[in-house]
């Protein structure tokens, strides 16, 4: 009996691993995982996104403590659904949400990630209603620097991405903020002067970001 | 003229960009350029190193916005060494400096490691004296998850640079901080319980990392 007992705990383990293994990245685990004994308060600013949003530092960009940092190197708008709860529970002032490049490079197209999007935003609404949302257009991309081969090609998926977060904001009741405008160049690609790899921004272009936010962070 | 001019302008062009290549990665001239549009002041408290720095919302973690993250994935100490200049110019109050596990990861001995941090040290104390520094010790790492094959059988390595780590601080005037011992198991490995890839660490080992770290951030 003890030994059928301690095959079925065995097996009650694997299943129990298997129930909850993930496709996420370990960067992934370990920073939902900080951010799971963070707090989040209702008097905060949260950066929600991937890599674009882990690189700044945020508190620091808008010399404002209550601004908080939950970006994820790689992450998709299914990882950030997953981890939203700690955020959403501590019902901050406001969320900026940025999400999508990573999707778009994993082969989805615009009205799936605008679908999930979307999702996101009634899941956040829904558990804090009166967090003001901000929904950040995704960034242009650069393919002339040749660096990330899953993005190439996929200039019109940004941009019709962007066209559904923008044709949703009235109806769902949130703010969009058209963060690939600020970026782009003439011919709609990441502008140069802000970038080294054709996809993540380099400091300057995190105080244009600054300067653009500041009445939204302000209001 | 003006054919050998353009020529020799090519060329000068050419030749500036060679002087000025680097071989580190494009996150590390996102990050670097970042932190030199950010300040230091004379009241910060700056957390210099690599990727376990990066990680962490360290301002969140001690609630004190003066707390400053300047971390990047993958940095060596040469790393840090080129990109000091805007810390040490803040002249903040305390410097948190860890490094050398990635330098290890590039086949480094202890000894070169240790005389490289030594060098960063020194700069660091000769450019801004009043800064009351803190060197952190390599954490160990746990090669049972086979994740990182570069740092494999070089766990003897670790130990010997934090003996040097250790050996300097007297002489030089720093505090040496034992984080190795604070997140190793019996038998010198990062404890499992504080890692999902045998290196980088979750947010429950940040939570004793804060508790550990605090007498000296108050001190």
């Not at 301690?6 to 383990?13: D, E, K, L």
């Not at 967090?131 to 620097?145: G, H, K």
């Not at 963060?179 to 502008?191: H, K, M, Q, R």
Request: proline content about 3%; hydrophobic content about 40%.
């Amino acid at each position: 009996m003890r030994t059928i007992f301690g095959f079925m705990t065995a097996v009650s383990i694997a299943f129990l691993g298997y129930m909850t293994a993930s496709s996420h990245s370990e960067l992934y685990h370990q920073r939902a995982s900080l951010f799971k004994v963070l707090s989040v308060t209702s008097n905060d600013i949260v950066f929600v996104g991937n890599s674009i949003t882990h690189g700044c530092e945020w508190h620091e960009l808008f010399d404002n403590p209550a601004v908080k940092n939950r970006g994820i190197n790689g992450d998709v708008i299914a990882g950030m659904r997953e981890r939203i709860d700690p955020v959403v529970e501590g019902h901050p002032r406001k969320i900026f949400l940025m999400g999508g490049v990573n999707d778009i490079s994993h082969n989805l197209l615009a009205d799936s990630i605008g679908r999930a999007m979307g999702e996101l935003i009634d899941y956040i609404q829904l558990k804090s209603p009166g967090t003001r949302l901000y929904v950040q257009a995704c960034l242009p991309i650069n393919n002339s620097f040749g660096r990330y081969k899953l993005l190439k090609g996929k200039e019109d998926v940004v941009r019709a991405y962007n066209r559904i977060l923008k044709s949703m904001a009235v109806e769902k009741g949130y703010t969009f903020i058209d963060t690939y405008s600020l970026f782009a160049d003439a011919d709609g690609n990441l502008d140069r002067s802000f970038t080294n790899d054709g996809l993540h921004l380099m400091g300057n272009a995190y105080l244009r970001w600054r300067d653009f936010l500041l009445p939204y962070i302000n209001e």
